[in-house]
């Protein structure tokens, strides 16, 4: 667990402030299939977008709760009002982002130079989720070793494993897409990248 700063507790103990504490949250969404990062959603329980650490967070309101019941392992319950439709389309095309990890921060924001400190974060992972009218509820969970894939790769012959243009992949050119085969009509070939190639082509296939 991590500790709030002795600025954050001096600043949360004072009787009056000009400054806001504030709370904001990076959505890793990983894809449901290969569990690879895919991108992160940054979003931030505030009156305006915010950047933090040269990343923009864009303003959206939120409520976060404590599920504690007996005999339960405790959750933190994530409700976002999604009026804008921000979020629901991603939890739509990755099955509700299950699996993705959420990292929570407590921030002190000064109103006039809208300037931020991270004071406090912890990491969660997205164990449920729902969408009902313009809702959006994350349950929040400790991540669970037995959902992720082990090892993070998978060695197949004929199919590369990264992901298109990742770091891994390397490739940088102008073609938009690749069928993730080395020879294949938009593989890695045809991209001039098959040393990178993400498959092990030298895996003997017996036929019985």
């Given amino acids: 667990m991590s500790n709030l700063s002795i600025a954050s507790v001096l600043e949360k103990n004072r009787v009056s402030s000009e400054n806001a504490m504030v709370i904001a949250l990076d959505i890793d969404l990983v894809d449901p299939v290969t569990s690879a990062y895919v991108m992160t959603l940054r979003i931030v329980n505030y009156d305006t977008d915010l950047t933090i650490d040269g990343k923009l967070y864009t303003k959206i309101s939120f409520d976060l709760s404590l599920q504690d019941d007996a005999n339960e392992i405790q959750n ?24 993705s990890k959420v990292t929570m921060m407590l921030l002190t924001v000064d109103p006039e130079d809208r300037t931020s400190l991270v004071d406090f974060s912890e990491i969660f992972e997205v164990v449920g989720s729902s969408s009902p009218d313009y809702a959006v509820n994350l349950e929040l969970g400790a991540e669970n070793p037995l959902t992720r894939m082990f090892p993070g790769r998978t060695q197949m012959r004929d199919r590369c494993s990264f992901r298109y243009k990742s770091r891994f992949c390397g490739y940088t050119g102008t073609l938009t897409s690749c069928d993730l085969s080395l020879t294949g009509d938009n593989g890695c070939r045809v991209h001039k990248n098959e040393s990178r190639f993400g498959g092990y082509p030298s895996i003997t296939v017996v036929q019985i």
Avoid: K
């Fill in 76 to 99: 933190v319950n994530l409700s976002i009002q999604d009026s804008i439709g921000l979020v629901r389309p991603y939890l739509q095309t990755y099955r509700g982002a299950v699996g």
